[in-house]
């Protein structure tokens, strides 16, 4: 299978190649389906040298701000800002969460970046195994849940002020996937500033993020499905 996520990277690819990060052959497919970086988009943005496998990393962040946009449209501030039930999240919050987690994560990639060595040769990047598993687990629709860490814990439930961090936090995140062209973002590693005690790759923390996201851009369909069934 080819794409025009080909031509803007210079060559042809796999599916495995586009997603290779734990995304299975099926899925792939839909996600393609759903939208790619056409050429025209690339020459317009400045991306016409963009990698295949980051060019899927940036096009899921989009993908992830366009979904956003559509479970939200529509949408009154109240039901934004409304619990399920006593100590579950709102939707607002989880967009601050969202917000939060990128932007602690943001800065620890952009100071590794900084002194990431150019690749030498064309090559696919690699995703290590501790990112492969996080990867994994963090796929909606999940099962297992987690207690979020203090710092990363949503502090306010103002939907106007989560939805701008949010929207930022994706522009912050769409530019540093952009910076990481021609890296070898897969040889440098990251302490994970949710578990000291873990490190992965640059490339892996990226594709951590991205798989955390469609988390909770699932829980917040989740919780807008639950009240649109209460209101029947």
């Known amino acids: ?25 099926d899925q792939a497919l839909s996600c393609a389906d759903l939208g790619v970086v056409s050429a025209e988009k690339a ?35 109240q039901e934004l800002t409304a619990r399920v039930r006593e100590g579950s999240w709102s939707v607002a919050k989880c967009l601050e969460h969202l ?11 952009a100071e590794i970046m900084a002194s990431t060595p150019a690749l030498t040769k064309s090559r696919p990047l690699r995703c290590d195994t501790l990112a492969r598993v996080l990867i994994r687990m963090l796929e909606p629709p999940y099962r297992l849940r987690h ?10 439930n103002h939907f106007p002020s989560a939805w701008k961090a949010f929207l930022e936090s994706q522009e912050q995140l769409a530019g ?25 790759s640059v490339y892996g923390a990226l594709g951590i993020l991205s798989a955390h996201q469609r988390r909770h851009l699932w829980q917040m369909e989740q919780i807008l499905r639950l009240f649109d069934r209460r209101a029947a």
Do not use: W
């Open 1 to 25: 299978m080819t794409s025009r996520l080909s031509e803007l990277a210079g060559c042809t690819a796999t599916v495995e190649e586009f997603f290779p990060l734990g995304v299975n052959r």
């Open 43 to 77: 020459r317009r943005d400045g991306d016409s040298s963009l990698g295949v496998q980051l060019a899927c990393l940036l096009q899921q962040a989009e993908n992830a701000t366009g979904h956003a946009q559509r479970l939200l449209c529509g949408r009154s501030e």
């Open 99 to 109: 917000a939060l987690t990128t932007q602690v994560f943001l800065p620890r990639i």
């Open 147 to 156: 207690k979020a860490l203090p710092h990363l814990a949503p502090r306010q």
């Open 176 to 200: 540093i996937t952009r910076s990481a062209v021609g890296l070898a973002i897969d040889t440098v590693r990251i302490q994970s500033p949710v578990c000291s005690r873990m490190s992965y």
